[in-house]
């Protein structure tokens, strides 16, 4: 296993310790005594597992050492820590009046990556060439759900997190929307070449 391999395990080993650090400063704050340094915990294990997506793409570009494994378990780190991370907020308040991620977000986020799956899978299933590359509208996705995470983990701002909800939202759907069309396109080139 390559050292940048070693970088997303770990990622993906942070994932736990991150939900049971956040359900624990939502009880407390459930209980009327938020126990902050839980919460400050809980960011910086996200914080640190977020940014060593960015770190372990560097390492195996730098090193040369991209490999099959990384190339698999990247994406999945990645997915993994994002939504738990979406699901944990959505489910704990993490402040005072529902200051936490809405459900009607959650179900979005994980519709969205179920949607595209399951056209991954579709396109696998009736033999078609799938070149896995993401599409700008998907970064920005991602940018804007990490946003709302964050929003609702600093708790600097004191308007409601449904905010950067809406934005985020958008960009899901819109991300679900040009993957859906990507995949259609695949399906009609397909069909065009074997008639």
């Known amino acids: 296993m390559t050292f940048a391999s070693k970088i997303t395990v770990t990622r993906l080993l942070l994932v736990p310790v991150y939900v049971v650090l956040a359900l624990y400063y ?4 459930a209980t009327g005594d938020p126990v902050e340094w839980l919460r400050w915990a809980a960011l910086g294990t996200f914080v640190t597992a977020a940014a060593s997506d960015g770190i372990d793409g560097w390492v195996a570009r730098r090193f040369n050492q991209r490999s099959d494994f990384g190339a698999f378990i990247d994406p999945i780190a990645d997915k993994t820590l994002l939504l738990s991370a979406v699901i944990t907020l959505s489910l704990v308040d993490w402040g005072p009046d529902g200051w936490r991620l809405p459900l009607w977000f959650t179900i979005i986020v994980i519709l969205r990556d179920c949607i595209i799956l399951g056209g991954i899978r579709i396109l696998y299933s009736t033999r078609h060439k799938v070149k896995i590359s993401p599409h700008w509208s998907g970064k920005v996705c991602t ?5 709302a995470i964050g929003w609702i ?3 600097i701002v004191p308007f409601s997190p449904v905010y950067p909800c809406i934005v985020a939202a958008i960009f899901t759907i819109w991300s679900a929307v040009t993957y859906i069309q990507q995949g259609w ?5 397909h069909d065009r070449a074997h008639p």
């Open 26 to 29: 939502g009880k407390s704050v």
């Open 185 to 189: 396109k695949i399906l009609h080139e």
């Open 143 to 147: 940018v804007t759900q990490m946003f």
């Open 153 to 155: 983990m600093l708790k």
